[in-house]
């Protein structure tokens, strides 16, 4: 029963192209630093989400680090799960092209 299991991974890992497979494993890494990314996200607001809820003029200097850092950590998140998605349709593309013998 094992031995089926591993042999039908074998076999799917042999109709993988080259292609397909750096695709995969691009769209993996992009996907563990997107998570990465919201893991560190809500660590920030979960300690600094009290000290920075209200911004104002008369506190804007001692939460600019704070707001700074978020910021950059809200923009890694974005970058990373938009190269996600165009992993995904590259995938896509990729499947597509092979399915009809790289005709569209």
């Known amino acids: 029963s094992q031995r089926n299991i591993l042999m039908l991974c074998g076999e799917a890992r042999k109709r993988i192209s080259k292609s397909q497979r750096n695709i995969l494993i691009n ?3 992009a996907d563990l630093l ?3 990314g919201v893991i560190v996200r809500s ?3 979960l300690f600094y989400w009290e000290k920075t809820s209200f911004i104002n003029e008369t ?3 001692e939460n600019l680090v704070p707001a700074i850092s978020g910021a ?3 923009s890694w998140v974005y970058f990373w799960y938009l190269g996600s998605y165009f992993w995904t349709f590259f995938f896509a593309v990729d499947i ?3 399915k009809h013998n790289g005709k569209w």
Do not use: M, P
């Open 72 to 74: 950059l950590v809200e």
């Open 96 to 98: 597509y092209t092979s």
């Open 34 to 36: 997107a998570d990465l």
């Open 59 to 61: 506190n804007f200097r």
């Open 27 to 29: 769209l993996a890494i």
């Open 43 to 45: 660590l920030f607001y």
